[in-house]
């Protein structure tokens, strides 16, 4: 299964983290799913496999890595139960993160994969909406809200990360 996907993040330094995620099948975007943090993003992968393309996955997959790194997880170029591998070029730009949840025998295993849309549509959310004349657009939040933990989505949130997600998802498929 491939999805878009999409955090929103903290801008705080002192508490840096995801306080919403929005994922949505690209062939079917009109059934998104929200989660309020990086542990339940997890999860959802982990229970769901497949592909994720993140607009600007070099951001979005540091707070990925991060919660890897600080849950039991290793870099390993073959996969293991706990392991991720990353494929970024020798000039520092990332293409893709490989992440093996469980390792079940020699060829099952429980993984997902998180790639850069942006470097299949190599502009800006709002610039793909009209690039391919789609009935959504981008919209605006507070970025600098203070939002605390466990912070319940507004409307006006899931619109726009749902928008955001959506977007890359059409112009994908």
């Not at 520092?92 to 849309?117: H, I, L, P, W």
Request: some cysteine; glycine content about 4%.
């Amino acid at each position: 299964m491939e999805y878009a996907a999409d955090f929103e993040t903290t801008t705080d330094a002192n508490d840096c983290r995801v306080w919403a995620w929005c994922v949505c099948e690209i062939d079917n975007p009109e059934a998104p799913v929200y989660g309020n943090d990086i542990a339940s993003f997890i999860e959802f992968s982990k229970t769901h496999g497949g592909t994720y393309y993140f607009h600007n996955a070099a951001f979005d997959c540091e707070f990925i890595l991060w919660y890897l790194m600080n849950n039991g997880f290793e870099y390993s170029e073959k996969p293991k139960t706990k392991t991720f591998k990353t494929l970024i070029s020798s000039m520092g730009k990332f293409y893709q993160m490989q992440v093996c949840f469980e390792k079940r025998g020699k060829k099952k295993a429980v993984t997902a994969t998180y790639k850069d849309s942006l470097k299949k549509l190599p502009m800006k959310v709002s610039q793909i909406a009209r690039a391919f004349a789609l009935p959504i657009s981008k919209l605006e939040i507070d970025y600098t809200e203070y939002r605390p933990i466990g912070h319940e989505l507004t409307p006006q949130e899931r619109d726009y990360i749902r928008n955001d997600v959506q977007i890359v998802a059409q112009a994908l498929r």
